[in-house]
């Protein structure tokens, strides 16, 4: 039987064919280099005074023919052409605006194809698909870990495209990574402005931004900036080889820098009867220290390539316009070193801590000579009398501890207190769950319990790159990220090997680990992400971002930066005088982070946690605008080389021996209130750390500042009142900040007369524990 005649079967290839021929000219056509010879279009109706194709580039194409004209516009990333009989040239991304027309024009003598009718244009297709670049990309503000970047849509869009992806890539840097991994990010398609964080210091990145579709990514346009430098590396202590009349013998050892070049050595001289506080900012050479009457002063500065290893200080040369004179003879003397890094006129130095102290430099002896038999007698006395007291207390403290038990309140030291049902451990790893009674005594292992109430992390879902942010309590944090919904989200990764964990360390880690559990998670608090466990390792994630509040206030000086501040209107009888901004954010910002901290700081309260090292330090800000509170249990680490000291935080309560609580917080709360309208300054800068306790507990208080009314700093001396019971709860704290920022007065005013400002100092040395 035959199904088909013979004229449905020519019917049924011709149609098969002209399927297979439209397929196939849909595929060349999706590739971005095919086109078809001319590529005609159609012809569509036309107006004079706007043609259907706006971009008009008729003086970029020589010859003018059609085939350079669509030669051209696919150049520019257009996908149509128009061209008009050897007189213009135009290019856009779609056609058609006007009805359909007819061409009876051809387009050149020496071309095929109709061009043009008498009401109508003819358009050409140049093969181009996908978006063309962004018209402009703009980089600013770079900071020592971001830079901020603007940019506009295409002008050839072509196609419908979702979002922007923007890729940094390190060009250049000094770190002695020299292959830093490319940071990525991507944004909606509504974006056109983005802050790029998590960047290397002192390097040079190549930043591009394409646009994106679940298709193909768009042609990118890219630009080179450069991130600020960090601070240098503390360099070692120089080392003592021999005291001579009047000079020092010192041994010195170069620094690796991470954080950008290493432009010069400085070697510094620091009087022990100096009673002033060393302070780096105030050095100056050996002739302008005198003159001022600084007990400190530069010895010398060497060029990277000059620093040898042994250096004398006090041999009357000059090294780098700095003069190095003779020391005298009847002081006792420290010799540090500093390492200078400059980079796009920004200059950072940073010192090692005050050295050995050399005694009387009058007598020619080696260091190792501490002197006659009487201070060895002296000494070897002194230390066997010590020694014995030692001893006694020792025995001392094993018969009280014996009849007292193991049962002690220990209430000077709460790092982070749980005030409530605690976790005990016992040294097998298993723990008693807390919430049960105790004569149920159920033992579950403690892995098992993490997995129950947090996220167990897949180990491919969790990226640990090689960048140690800093020193953990049970490890080290590294730089890290975690795929969350298809994005990577950047974490801070706590390292830590539980298995060599003793059991006390163990039981304060799972302590440490059960307050960000049962913090859970809040906006203004850095939660855990969750758990990921290795064999010999247990991965603890926990959200990060780069940038600390302290850093966005102390970035936010632009009378100290190379951006001129704005001018303000003033009256007539201010002629003369202009007021600036003296802070590159809003006083509304500054409020919402406020409002924002204690917020969190009420939530911690409500979960009978105590935070007790509020700092600015201790807020990470989310974009520079968000604050997220950070430090809660196991999220708290110190940063390489640094180890911060909360003295100028702390509550006169605790100067008196009594242990933390809530309202010792809302007293570091108004520090913190007082740093941010500093912008951030250092608390007591003129105090020295050993004297604040004291000054406090006399009544010294932080002052009011030029910018802040009488309404606000009334909040700040409420949180430091002796009476704790006088002091506002967070919650009271959170309402009156909240009705600040509502109402019409003005509680924070940055704009201030330039002539004979000047801002808190920022002391990081005075924040730091010196050792």
Same mark, same amino acid.
């Given at each position: 039987m035959e199904l088909y005649s013979s004229s449905q079967v020519e019917i049924l290839l011709f149609l098969t064919w002209s399927v297979l021929s439209i397929c196939i000219g849909e595929i060349q056509i999706k590739h971005e280099d095919i086109g078809t010879p001319l590529s005609v279009v159609g012809c569509f109706q036309k107006d004079h005074d706007y043609r259907d194709l706006p971009f008009n580039i008729t003086n970029a194409v020589v010859p003018l023919s059609a085939e350079s004209c669509k030669a051209v516009c696919k150049q520019k990333f257009f996908r149509y052409a128009f061209f008009k009989n050897a007189q213009a040239c135009y290019c856009d991304s779609s056609y058609g605006r006007y009805h359909p027309a007819e061409c009876l024009q051809s387009c050149n003598a020496n071309e095929t194809g109709s061009c043009e009718g008498s009401l109508s244009n003819a358009v050409l297709d140049t093969g181009w698909r996908v978006p063309g670049p962004p018209t402009s990309l703009?980089?600013?503000?770079?900071?020592?870990?971001?830079?901020?970047?603007?940019?506009?849509?295409?002008?050839?869009?072509?196609?419908?495209?979702?979002? %922007?992806?923007?890729?940094?890539?390190?060009?250049?840097?000094?770190?002695?990574?020299?292959?830093?991994?490319?940071?990525?990010?991507?944004?909606?398609?509504?974006t056109l402005k983005a802050g790029l964080p998590d960047l290397h210091p002192g390097s040079l990145y190549n930043i591009s931004v394409a646009t994106h579709s679940d298709h193909v990514t768009g042609v990118k346009v890219s630009d080179t900036i450069w991130t600020q430098i960090g601070e240098p590396e503390e360099p070692e202590v120089p080392r003592i080889l021999r005291r001579d009349k009047g000079q020092i013998l010192v041994q010195l050892s170069p620094v690796i820098n991470e954080n950008g070049p290493i432009t010069a050595y400085r070697i510094v001289v620091v009087y022990e009867a100096g009673r002033e506080a060393f302070r780096k900012d105030l050095l100056k050479s050996f002739h302008e220290a005198e003159f001022e009457g600084l007990s400190y002063y530069i010895a010398a500065e060497l060029k990277p390539q000059d620093l040898k290893d042994e250096?004398?200080?006090?041999? #009357?040369?000059?090294?780098?316009? %700095?003069?190095?004179?003779?020391?005298?003879?009847?002081?006792?003397?420290?010799?540090?070193?500093g390492v200078v890094s400059s980079l796009n006129n920004v200059t950072k130095v940073t010192y090692a801590h005050l050295g050995h102290v050399v005694l009387n430099i009058g007598d020619n002896v080696p260091v190792a000579d501490v002197g006659g038999s009487g201070l060895v007698i002296g000494l070897s006395v002194a230390i066997g009398v010590f020694g014995f007291i030692l001893l006694l207390s020792v025995v001392a403290y094993c018969m009280l501890r014996r009849h007292l038990g193991r049962r002690r309140l220990n209430s000077d030291h709460q790092e982070l207190s749980l005030q409530g049902p605690m976790?005990?451990?016992?040294?097998?790893?298993?723990?008693?769950?807390?919430?049960?009674?105790?004569?149920?005594?159920?033992?579950?292992?403690?892995?098992?319990? =993490?997995?129950r109430q947090v996220w167990n992390i897949p180990r491919n879902f969790l990226d640990v790159k090689s960048d140690v942010l #800093?020193?953990?309590?049970?490890?080290?944090?590294?730089?890290?990220?975690?795929?969350?919904?298809?994005?990577?989200?950047?974490?801070?990764?706590?390292?830590?090997?539980? #298995?060599?964990l003793p059991p006390d360390k163990k039981r304060s880690m799972l302590r440490d680990l059960g307050v960000l559990i049962r913090l859970g998670t809040h906006e203004n608090i850095a939660s855990l992400v969750g758990t990921c466990e290795n064999p010999d390792t247990l991965f603890v994630v926990v959200e990060h971002h780069p940038a600390s509040l302290k850093d966005v206030l102390v970035e936010s000086r632009c009378?100290?930066?190379?951006?001129?501040?704005?001018?303000?209107?003033?009256?007539?009888s201010d002629v003369g005088r202009s007021k600036q901004r003296i802070c590159s954010l809003s006083e509304r910002q500054i409020l919402e982070a406020a409002v924002g901290i204690a917020r969190a700081m009420d939530y911690l309260t409500s979960k009978k946690i105590i935070h007790t090292k509020l700092a600015a330090r201790n807020v990470l800000m989310v974009d520079g605008v968000v604050p997220k509170v950070t430090g809660c249990g196991i999220a708290r680490y110190n940063?390489?080389?640094?180890?911060?000291? %909360?003295?100028?935080?702390?509550?006169?309560?605790?100067?008196?021996?009594?242990?933390?609580?809530?309202?010792?917080?809302?007293?570091?709360?108004?520090?913190?209130?007082?740093?941010?309208?500093? =912008?951030?300054?250092?608390?007591?800068?003129?105090?020295?750390?050993?004297?604040?306790?004291?000054?406090?507990?006399? #009544?010294?208080? =932080?002052?009011?500042?030029?910018?802040?009314?009488?309404?606000?700093?009334? =909040?700040?001396l409420q949180c430091w009142q002796l009476d704790l019971d006088e002091r506002p709860t967070f919650r009271e704290i959170t309402h009156i900040l909240e009705n600040m920022l509502d109402d019409s007065m003005i509680h924070l005013n940055f704009e201030m007369y330039a002539a004979g400002f000047h801002y808190e100092q920022y002391i990081p040395e005075l924040e730091q524990v010196q050792t």
């Amino acid at each position: 039987m035959e199904l088909y005649s013979s004229s449905q079967v020519e019917i049924l290839l011709f149609l098969t064919w002209s399927v297979l021929s439209i397929c196939i000219g849909e595929i060349q056509i999706k590739h971005e280099d095919i086109g078809t010879p001319l590529s005609v279009v159609g012809c569509f109706q036309k107006d004079h005074d706007y043609r259907d194709l706006p971009f008009n580039i008729t003086n970029a194409v020589v010859p003018l023919s059609a085939e350079s004209c669509k030669a051209v516009c696919k150049q520019k990333f257009f996908r149509y052409a128009f061209f008009k009989n050897a007189q213009a040239c135009y290019c856009d991304s779609s056609y058609g605006r006007y009805h359909p027309a007819e061409c009876l024009q051809s387009c050149n003598a020496n071309e095929t194809g109709s061009c043009e009718g008498s009401l109508s244009n003819a358009v050409l297709d140049t093969g181009w698909r996908v978006p063309g670049p962004p018209t402009s990309l703009k980089l600013f503000n770079a900071t020592v870990t971001s830079v901020q970047a603007v940019w506009t849509p295409p002008a050839a869009l072509n196609d419908v495209f979702t979002e %922007y992806i923007v890729v940094a890539d390190c060009i250049n840097t000094y770190s002695t990574i020299t292959q830093l991994e490319p940071r990525q990010w991507v944004f909606p398609n509504s974006t056109l402005k983005a802050g790029l964080p998590d960047l290397h210091p002192g390097s040079l990145y190549n930043i591009s931004v394409a646009t994106h579709s679940d298709h193909v990514t768009g042609v990118k346009v890219s630009d080179t900036i450069w991130t600020q430098i960090g601070e240098p590396e503390e360099p070692e202590v120089p080392r003592i080889l021999r005291r001579d009349k009047g000079q020092i013998l010192v041994q010195l050892s170069p620094v690796i820098n991470e954080n950008g070049p290493i432009t010069a050595y400085r070697i510094v001289v620091v009087y022990e009867a100096g009673r002033e506080a060393f302070r780096k900012d105030l050095l100056k050479s050996f002739h302008e220290a005198e003159f001022e009457g600084l007990s400190y002063y530069i010895a010398a500065e060497l060029k990277p390539q000059d620093l040898k290893d042994e250096f004398v200080v006090g041999d #009357g040369r000059t090294y780098g316009n %700095y003069y190095n004179p003779p020391l005298p003879l009847d002081y006792d003397v420290h010799v540090t070193l500093g390492v200078v890094s400059s980079l796009n006129n920004v200059t950072k130095v940073t010192y090692a801590h005050l050295g050995h102290v050399v005694l009387n430099i009058g007598d020619n002896v080696p260091v190792a000579d501490v002197g006659g038999s009487g201070l060895v007698i002296g000494l070897s006395v002194a230390i066997g009398v010590f020694g014995f007291i030692l001893l006694l207390s020792v025995v001392a403290y094993c018969m009280l501890r014996r009849h007292l038990g193991r049962r002690r309140l220990n209430s000077d030291h709460q790092e982070l207190s749980l005030q409530g049902p605690m976790i005990e451990v016992e040294p097998n790893g298993y723990i008693h769950n807390g919430f049960i009674p105790e004569e149920e005594d159920e033992r579950v292992n403690h892995y098992e319990n =993490l997995k129950r109430q947090v996220w167990n992390i897949p180990r491919n879902f969790l990226d640990v790159k090689s960048d140690v942010l #800093g020193q953990g309590q049970y490890g080290n944090v590294m730089r890290g990220t975690v795929q969350q919904r298809g994005f990577p989200i950047p974490v801070a990764i706590h390292t830590i090997a539980d #298995g060599d964990l003793p059991p006390d360390k163990k039981r304060s880690m799972l302590r440490d680990l059960g307050v960000l559990i049962r913090l859970g998670t809040h906006e203004n608090i850095a939660s855990l992400v969750g758990t990921c466990e290795n064999p010999d390792t247990l991965f603890v994630v926990v959200e990060h971002h780069p940038a600390s509040l302290k850093d966005v206030l102390v970035e936010s000086r632009c009378l100290e930066r190379s951006i001129a501040p704005y001018s303000v209107q003033v009256s007539v009888s201010d002629v003369g005088r202009s007021k600036q901004r003296i802070c590159s954010l809003s006083e509304r910002q500054i409020l919402e982070a406020a409002v924002g901290i204690a917020r969190a700081m009420d939530y911690l309260t409500s979960k009978k946690i105590i935070h007790t090292k509020l700092a600015a330090r201790n807020v990470l800000m989310v974009d520079g605008v968000v604050p997220k509170v950070t430090g809660c249990g196991i999220a708290r680490y110190n940063k390489c080389r640094e180890k911060p000291d %909360y003295t100028r935080w702390t509550a006169q309560e605790i100067f008196r021996g009594r242990p933390h609580v809530n309202k010792s917080d809302v007293w570091s709360f108004a520090c913190v209130l007082w740093e941010i309208s500093a =912008l951030g300054g250092t608390p007591y800068a003129d105090v020295a750390t050993s004297d604040v306790g004291s000054r406090v507990m006399r #009544g010294h208080r =932080l002052p009011q500042l030029q910018c802040v009314d009488d309404d606000l700093y009334q =909040l700040m001396l409420q949180c430091w009142q002796l009476d704790l019971d006088e002091r506002p709860t967070f919650r009271e704290i959170t309402h009156i900040l909240e009705n600040m920022l509502d109402d019409s007065m003005i509680h924070l005013n940055f704009e201030m007369y330039a002539a004979g400002f000047h801002y808190e100092q920022y002391i990081p040395e005075l924040e730091q524990v010196q050792t």
